[in-house]
């Protein structure tokens, strides 16, 4: 009687990777199209690009100086500075974020204290949950 040699488990693995490689790779090269596409469009929707050409540009209003903008995650965080000789007073500070053709998006209400000095700064933060993706423009109302 012939003696059959039983062949391993990697042997016939291997054997099967072999005649099959187009087939493993198609579906290696789907399933890595697919993680790569899932990875892209998950950052494309979680962190929508703002236009921060004229969004972030510096404004003066009112002799405060609005520089040194910044918006992320719809926080937005400003350095104000007061270019007068004497203190700056005030209640509050409006700011109004703007679509494209200047509408409104929405409004948020931020403090940085009743006064600046002369030639002082402070920082003013405001943030909402409203989506600023498509803000393009930012007015600043200073209330007295």
């Given at each position: 009687m012939a003696?059959?040699?039983?062949?391993?488990?990697?042997?016939?693995?291997?054997?099967?990777v072999k005649n099959n490689k187009k087939r493993y790779l198609i579906n290696c090269l789907v399933i890595g199209i697919?993680?790569?596409?899932?990875i892209l469009l998950y950052n494309f929707t979680t962190?929508?690009?703002?236009?921060?050409?004229t969004l972030l540009s510096d404004q003066i209003v009112d002799n405060l100086k609005f520089m040194d903008t910044k918006l992320q995650n719809n926080k937005l965080t400003v350095v104000v500075y007061n270019q007068l000789e004497e203190s700056y007073n005030l209640?509050?500070?409006d700011v109004e974020f703007q679509d494209e053709n200047y509408n409104e998006i929405t409004t948020v209400r931020g403090y940085i204290g009743e006064s600046i000095d002369n030639k002082g700064m402070k920082q003013l933060v405001v943030s909402t949950d409203?989506?600023?993706s498509n803000a393009s423009h930012i007015k600043y109302i200073i209330n007295k």
């Open positions: 003696k059959v040699q039983q062949k391993s488990l990697v042997q016939i693995i291997t054997e099967k697919l993680v790569i596409g899932s962190s929508k690009a703002i236009d921060t050409s209640k509050t500070i409203v989506d600023l």
